[in-house]
């Protein structure tokens, strides 16, 4: 995201100056219900050989509902789509795009364009500005979201949710992290954006959103830093320390 101010993203960020020019802001629609992830499976003997199978499978409702939560998004940010696929190869993408086609009709203000996954890895390094909403599949969602994770700086600065039909779960992209509970180091950060993410997109609550967001570039753009973060000539902050921070500067950076 473009929330963090300008003396971070040049801290945090592993890409170039000229790369990040004046920052970027995108928002990655992974599809969570369907893919190769719960397609069928089995592992078996074939002529002597242990062979593994997994399926990758998709309907074309469940590839318009997720397309169709990108096009909403999308209305409310840059209205620009970037469809990401494999049709060059896969019969699952090529059904992806024909239906991700036919439900951008239902909204002409919005710009659509297909790229193939590869490149669309190379590009989230190469020119990630370009990106407003990024739609995909499961599998391609995964590894692309953790790559964007790094553009950020941190997996411990992404927030994200799990947007259902009839509700919809919050929660940092790294989940719980139990391997680092009680030691004072998590990031908090994830997990405030988070809610800047519920008052927007579940209760259309901008102004509340955007006071958390100020905050929390607030907080960095004074020099603290957790462990996930920190370099010499910052403030290191463990996750109560920044919490505070942050909640110190919530409704302090807007009049």
Not at 152 to 167: D, Y
Request: aromatic residues 6%; glycine residues 8%; contains cysteine.
């Amino acid at each position: 995201s473009s929330a963090a101010t300008d003396v971070y993203k040049r801290q945090a960020c592993p890409l170039r100056d000229d790369i990040i020019g004046t920052g970027f802001d995108m928002m990655i629609m992974r599809e969570l219900t369907g893919g190769l992830y719960f397609g069928a499976r089995k592992t078996e003997e074939v002529d002597g050989v242990t062979t593994a199978t997994d399926t990758l499978t998709y309907n074309e409702n469940e590839i318009r509902r997720i397309a169709k939560r990108g096009f909403d998004i999308a209305m409310k940010r840059r209205k620009k789509v970037t469809s990401v696929d494999k049709a060059n190869v896969l019969d699952s993408s090529r059904l992806w795009r024909k239906i991700v086609e036919e439900v951008a009709k239902d909204y002409p203000d919005v710009t659509l364009e297909h790229m193939l996954v590869d490149n669309c890895a190379m590009q989230l390094a190469l020119n990630p500005k370009q990106f407003d909403v990024i739609v995909t599949g499961n599998l391609f969602g995964d590894i692309l979201s953790d790559e964007a994770a790094v553009l950020g700086g941190s997996i411990g600065m992404m927030p994200s949710a799990s947007i259902g039909e009839l509700t919809s779960l919050y929660e940092p992209i790294h989940g719980s992290a139990p391997d680092i509970a009680g030691k004072g180091i998590a990031n908090p950060c994830a997990t405030i954006l988070s809610a800047a993410m519920l008052l927007r997109y579940s209760f259309g609550e901008e102004e509340g959103a955007a006071l958390i967001e100020d905050a929390v570039d607030a907080t960095l753009e004074e020099g603290w830093r957790t462990a996930d973060l920190y370099k010499e000539g910052f403030k290191k902050a463990d996750t109560k320390t920044m919490t505070d921070a942050v909640l110190g500067h919530i409704g302090t950076t807007r009049k």
